[in-house]
């Protein structure tokens, strides 16, 4: 098998992720991007956070979390709330609606999931899960 460069390899991950992406956005009738799933996951797994932790958690920059939070909001997924000792402090917490769209999310990731990884082996799945963790570890060290 040919040894691939850096830039080929790069180029193999971006296309799988982006054929991942295109079909979440044909199958997902919400009108919401996978950040958004994203921000209501670490909600509803965090519970209330404050958005710049949410920002740090997930990788995205705090005006892209503004934005992101803003249409949660809207959509009437996920909430604000003022701290109460300290007015200052808004924290982002998942509503009921947000906690059945991640449901939703989850049901039709399934079928995505199986639709793309059906060509791997299950032990092929666990290595590919296992190294992108461990790549994602070194990047965040």
Known sequence: MKEKTIFGLIHSMDQV???????????????????????????????????????????????????????????????????????????????DIGIDMIEKAHEEGKTLRKNLFEKLTEEERQQLLFIYDKLNDSIRK
């Not at 404050?50 to 996920?78: C, F, M, N, W, Y």
């Open 17 to 95: 992720t982006n054929h991942l992406i295109i079909q979440w956005n044909k199958m997902f009738k919400e009108s919401l991007g996978i950040s958004h799933i994203l921000v209501l996951s670490h909600l509803k797994e965090s519970g209330k956070s404050r958005p710049s932790d949410i920002a740090r958690a997930l990788g995205l920059t705090p005006p892209t979390l503004t934005h992101l939070s803003e249409k949660l909001v809207q959509k009437k997924l996920a909430t604000r709330l003022v701290d109460e000792e300290d007015r200052r402090i808004i924290y982002l917490a998942i509503t």
